[in-house]
């Protein structure tokens, strides 16, 4: 294909709109290409692993919504789900039987996940599962690491990766100091950090919640041993350990990362977090974990937690058909598709000379713009983000919608057939060269 003008005349028009009466134009700050410059493009439509812009332009989509469409956009048999749901009501207010399939659906696919409470966003997963770590506790302290994002709950947001990490915001205005002073931030693959935080005040901390394998500051995994400290660590000073698989989540594997990584010799986590794959493109997220636990909650207990539209009955329906559409061949096609993006991505890197590292979780992955290893998050601020804002746009113009930052993932789906990845592969070498000009 020829390259499209860098220009966007209808999406420009369309940002100014938004900017009226959007602060920034957006509804979440990544997607101001802030970091990387130039214009959003505004979506018209999406189906399989292409989107449609609003000036006609086809790009594949290496975003997938940042995580939930494993299967691609539109899926016959999720669009047939939905549709049936909304064809009998959008909203009740009251128990329907999918909040249950789908909540059995959590629990059979990860072992130590007992009971699962649904909610709307991944953020209200995290911060309802602190909430009920401090109840169950008595404790206040929270444990993350920098560079992890769990949404933006106040506690969470010192050092956050994902949006934080994109716009350079050491922390969020707005955050009352009390609640920036409940949290311990230490980094992450760092077991003897974590051993000093507690010895100094392990008899305070509630919870430490750590993302399952990092994905929001780039994808950084755990390394050996490390989930398994963690969960000694906070065990012996009986906080609890909360593993977030909002984005790892039944994209890693079935069961998520903790599929991959699990049974662990020292215990499972006390409590995981999902969202996105599980709600299939929907507003449908989850917090579970230890049925002694989860009991805590209201109205079997004192822990005050709701929501007018949790477990809605048409995102309850795109979700458990997408995660019954996550068959092995899924899973498969998955790994396929990474490794051969990755591996086109690297090869074209190297061949113009840009320094580069693919690290992965699963067959979830990310392309830092520096010599690797990255374990933390300091590691992965000192990339080149300028050589990944001209490769950046230099892959949109050829067609290719990547993250628009360099602290992402780049998340494929299962429709990425040969022509999408084939796209990808042309273009990679175009955008390294720009890279390496920039
Ligand atoms: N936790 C993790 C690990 C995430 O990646 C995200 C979102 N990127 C969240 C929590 C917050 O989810 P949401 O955006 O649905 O609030």
Redesign the pocket.
Known sequence: MTAYPFDAPESAALMKRAEQVIPGGVNSPVRAFRSVGGTPRFIVSAKGPWLVDADGRRYVDLVAS?GPMILGHAHPAVEEAVREAAGKGFSFGMPSENEVALAEEIVARVAPVDQVRLVS???EA?MSAIRLARGFTGRTLVVKFAGC???HVDSLLASAG?GVATLALPDSAGVPADSAAETIVVPYNDVAAVEAAFAERGDQIAALIT?AAA??MGVIPPEPGFTEALRRITREHGALFIS?E??TGFRCSPAGWYGLEGPYADGAPDLF?F?KVMGGGFPA?AFGGRADIMALLAPTGPVYQAGTLSGNPVATAAGLATLRGCTPEVYDRLGVVSRTIADAAAEALTAASVPHTVQWAGSMFSVFFREGPVRSYDDAKAQDTAAFGAFFHAMLAAGVHLPPSAFEAWFVGASHDDEAVGRVVEALPGAARAAATA
């Open positions: 940042w966003s991944g953020t995290t994002y769990h949404g994902s993302e994905g929001n977030d909002v984005m977090t969202g997220a």
